[in-house]
């Protein structure tokens, strides 16, 4: 295997949607949070807000020497990397690994009473914990995916050179936290934020791609 070392990946989250900024005490019935669910890998878009935060990561980062955008499948991520890819005249490659964590659907339905946002995500976050929950991706499950997902992106670095991780909240969280448990490399930067930037750096290519006993 080739050894190439100080090899930096940057991460960036999708630009900012309008799920995004809810309020915590919105009111929904059951039936419309479980239809947001639903939809949110191919319905939910970048607001003009979200667009101007890519545009900013275009600028900040457009002299960095990367060869290829790399992307969730879910339409905000997509978007988000469209725009950094006119921008900077580079390909998109898509990668399923990279999806987000979708936020549990409530177990029953009802469309006549509204529930506070809040208590809706409390009532569907123990769905994600309990390893033995159907339909639903467990944190456990989210932990595995990264570990593949980080293979992936090393063996696309090693291809293609430096690249670009466009992704999610919840499963940046996942995978970044992943990765500061892997001998050769380490997390220099983390912002999770809209439009975020997280770099990390990876010392020993080797090293990194390197699969737990378990795993081998």
């Not at 005490?25 to 419309?32: L, M, V």
Request: proline share 5%; with cysteine; net charge positive.
């Amino acid at each position: 295997m080739t050894r190439l070392v100080n090899l930096k990946i940057y991460f960036i989250r999708h630009g900012q949607t309008d799920e995004n900024i809810i309020p915590l005490q919105a009111r929904f019935t059951i039936d419309t949070f479980n239809s947001m669910m639903d939809s949110s890998p191919s319905s939910i878009r970048l607001n003009p807000t979200g667009i101007k935060q890519v545009e900013s990561v275009a600028a900040q980062l457009v002299h960095i020497p990367f060869q290829t955008i790399v992307a969730s499948p879910f339409r905000r991520a997509q978007e988000t990397a469209a725009i950094l890819a006119r921008r900077w005249n580079r390909d998109v490659v898509t990668l399923d690994n990279l999806g987000e964590i979708v936020l549990a659907k409530v177990p029953w339905s009802g469309k006549e009473m509204e529930i506070p946002f809040w208590l809706l995500i409390t009532m569907t976050t123990w769905r994600h914990v309990w390893p033995w929950t159907d339909d639903e991706e467990t944190l456990y499950q989210a932990f595995g995916r990264a570990r593949e997902a980080w293979a992936e992106l090393l063996n696309l670095a090693v291809q293609r050179g430096p690249i670009v991780v466009v992704s999610h909240l919840g499963f940046l969280r996942v995978l970044l936290l992943f990765i500061r448990t892997r001998k050769g490399c380490q997390v220099l930067k983390k912002d999770l934020g809209n439009g975020g930037i997280s770099i990390v750096q990876v010392d020993d290519l080797a090293e990194a791609l390197q699969m737990p006993d378990r795993q081998r």
